[in-house]
């Protein structure tokens, strides 16, 4: 019982299929170590164990049910949802003392998914205000705290997710990505974090239904089990006009027959886009190369990111004026400046403003699309830092660079949302002093399979796995 934490999901399930292990037995072995790791971390601030257990009795008969058919069943596998999901019946904060004490009646579209694939949620991961900011902290529950060195920050917003799997408290776990939510979490945890396709995983009920900068995505301690979620989240729904039709060959499977792209991009900084600090480069620079092994063709190449930030900036702005105007109204005293400044700024966008962000959208994706004409996959650092003092709500500045904004140092993650591109964080080293360092792989729009693909490969050469672990401490000063 006591090792069961440190199996992937991937074996787990198999087990549960199995009866080797119960699903009850994993709830237990998850709570035991979310005892002893939970003061350390504060990854995962409300547990509903009981609600996982009473729903583990319906597991067979969801079984039987044809759900065990699918790809993505889980069998009663325990999992983390993040705290801006609603799950029913359980405290769902999003962070904000707003919504401190509010506990819905109704399950979102993934959550719903999810236990329609026999997931059990055990807990909400936490996450800053509304997921606004890549450092996980809020006024609700605090500070969450880096595994590698418990003084830095785990990234955000997806941060309670990517500790609670780096600490083997879970053996999945929910995301989400705007600017980078599920990138920089992962890198900075040394976990796997996917930002699907807009619409491969349904999400919502919303009332900006078509958004295609919001995702929902999978997280896992590598490429496999994470294919695994993506299996379990995929799938369609009215409620969401997006969705896509799961693909007829599971992503289990593509990474199972993968076979070495042919040729892939790196760059360091996506032609100059952004800083990216020294080690960073060295560390992601020597891990593209290790694909030539495979017989990849490695060039140093990348799209023209030209009127990226502007379109993000103004499209985000615009998103955060119509979801979170009425709250601004309301309750301003309780949201933090940085919420406050990204509704503001959406409250002075223009007509014509909105409408050139989305022309230089369509312009960035038709230059992605050419680019993925020569390149399988485009490469590049999933975070221009490795983890920094949790203390620090943001970055600043680097190397010489002022950051106009709270957001500006993801850049190198958001420039791909913009694109509408998948896009996979995969642990590719380390820092002199331990802090993680990953490498963002990027597809062209629906090739999440391709990419899976690839990131398993490349993951199995690096061969970093040193999951689960145990938070460490910084070491003491002198």
Known sequence: ?????????????????????????????????????????????????????????????????????????????????????????????????????????DS????????????????????????????????????????????????????????????????????????????????FCSVVGLRPTPGRVAHGPKSMAFDTMSVDGPMGRDVRDTALMLDAMSGTSAYDPLSIEPPAVSFQAAVAAARPPRRVAYSADLGGITPVEREVRAVTSAAALRLVELGTKVEDAT??????????????AFKFAADRKPLLDTHRDKLKPEVIWN???????????????????????????EFFETYDLLLCPAAIVPPFDVNVRYLGELDGHTFDSYIDWVGITYAITVTSCPAISVPCGFTADGRPIGMQIVAAPRQEAKLLAAAALFEDTLALARLPMDPKAPAPTR
Not at 170 to 183: E, I, N, T
Not at 353 to 359: P, V
């Open 108 to 187: 979102d579209l993934v959550t719903r998914t999810l236990e329609a694939s026999g997931a059990l949620v055990i807990a909400k991961s936490n996450t800053p205000e509304f997921g606004a900011g890549a450092n996980t902290f809020n006024e609700v529950f605090g500070k969450t705290l880096n595994p590698w060195n418990t003084a830095l920050t785990c990234g955000g917003s997806s941060g309670g997710s990517a500790v609670a799997l780096a600490t083997g408290e879970v053996w999945l776990a929910s995301g989400s990505d705007l600017g980078g939510s599920l990138r920089t979490p992962a890198s």
């Open 343 to 369: 509704i503001e700024k959406g409250l002075k966008l223009t007509a014509l403003d909105i409408g050139r962000a989305e022309y230089l959208r369509g312009a960035l994706v038709k230059r992605m699309a």
């Open 1 to 105: 019982m006591d090792e069961l934490f440190r199996m992937s999901a991937s074996e787990a399930v198999a087990r549960l299929k199995r009866g080797d292990v119960s699903p009850v037995e994993l709830i237990d072995a998850a709570a035991k170590r979310i005892a002893a790791i939970e003061p350390q971390v504060n990854a995962l601030p409300t547990l509903c164990l009981d609600r996982a257990r009473e729903r583990a009795k319906a597991i067979p008969a969801l079984a039987k049910s044809g759900a065990s058919d699918r790809p993505g069943w889980l069998a009663g596998l325990p999992v983390a949802i993040k705290d801006l999901n609603d799950v029913a019946g359980v405290r769902t904060t999003y962070g904000s003392p707003i919504f401190a004490d509010h506990v819905p009646r």
């Open 303 to 316: 799209p023209d990111f030209t009127g990226f930030n502007e379109a993000f900036q103004v499209i985000r």
